[in-house]
């Protein structure tokens, strides 16, 4: 062999060591890389570095459904912002590390009474199956049997007072499937999963354990379907007995309702942040670029010497 093409052999093996694989292309949302103290809060600092998403939906007050035209965003520390006369009234907010999805929700229709009240957040998702993360988006549950879909569905948790007593429930997991949907008769307490609730502005916050939950096959840099759905009900300040009571919902990805809302073609795509630390090259590391370079340098300046 030429030692022109021994050089050149040796800077492409060199340099092809290096290369990182190449990424699987999904288009979603990418959310922001870091933690949060999982209190009832969605306090400013705390999720200040979150990923933002606006959710938006509708109230009724006495059982008088209505649209919310001029609604106001709930703030991250519970003050009222306009929304220029946007449907938007609830702010989803997401980030993760190495090791937890953390889910930040808030809602604004009202006032509450301390006492009489009720918040409930749910998410969905596909994580579907280990190993195959072209899988994860497509648009489908993964089996057509309740009892066959592991590792797909719903988290939820629910909290509140009714008359000052208070009522915490969950979280929760049901799994999802092709042939029933929403499974609610296999419902089971959520492995992996902690979530607390509180006021104004029907704050709650979810902490998903990506390795110890259902929600356990997308990792770092992966993409998944989700879904994201708040509620709230509420009386006002001052009604004791609870006379008038207000209701309304809000959703990531917004859409129109439908009987099959609960498939995952109707949910968003997100994708976990690989949380990358600054990249700091060993010496080994080094030295292999370098070789790589000097090898391939080495064949430009045999070839042409070989032309001269």
């Not at 290369?19 to 292309?25: D, E, M, Q, R």
């Not at 918040?119 to 969905?124: D, F, H, I, K, S």
């Not at 110890?212 to 004791?240: I, T, V």
């Amino acid at each position: 062999m030429k030692p022109r093409w021994l050089l050149l052999a040796v800077g492409v093996v060199c340099l092809l060591v290096l290369a990182p694989a190449a990424a699987l292309s999904q288009e979603g949302t990418e959310i922001a890389c870091g933690s949060a103290v999982i209190d009832g809060t969605v306090g400013t600092a705390e999720w200040a570095d979150a990923t933002r998403l606006p959710m938006s939906g509708y109230y009724e007050v006495d059982d008088n459904f209505e649209g919310i035209p001029q609604a106001h965003g709930a703030g991250l520390t519970g003050e009222l912002q306009p929304s220029n006369g946007e449907q938007t009234h609830g702010w989803l907010y997401l980030k993760n590390d190495e090791r937890y999805l953390y889910v930040g929700a808030t809602m604004d229709i009202g006032v509450e009474h301390p006492e009489w009240w009720g918040t409930y957040l749910e998410v969905a998702f596909t994580d579907e199956p280990c190993g195959v993360p072209g899988a994860w988006v497509d648009d489908e549950w993964e089996k057509d049997l309740c009892t066959d879909s592991p590792g797909e569905g719903w988290f939820w948790a629910a909290d509140g007072q009714s008359g000052g007593t208070p009522q915490p429930y969950g979280p929760r997991f049901a799994p999802g499937s092709e042939d029933e949907g929403y499974c609610e008769g296999d419902e089971v307490e959520a492995q992996g999963v902690i979530a607390k609730a509180g006021l104004h502005t029907a704050h709650y916050e979810m902490r998903i354990d990506l390795e110890g939950s259902e929600l356990n096959c997308a990792g770092a840099g992966d993409c998944f379907r989700f879904y994201a759905y708040q509620e709230e009900w509420f009386c006002p300040p001052g009604e004791a007995q609870c006379a008038h009571r207000t209701e309304g919902w809000v959703e990531w990805p917004a859409f129109d309702y439908d009987p099959v809302w609960e498939a995952p073609d109707a949910f968003g795509t997100i994708c976990l942040n690989p949380c990358e630390v600054e990249f700091v090259p060993e010496p080994g590391t080094v030295l292999l670029l370098g070789s790589g370079l000097l090898s391939l340098a080495g064949y430009a300046g045999l070839r042409r010497r070989e032309r001269s």
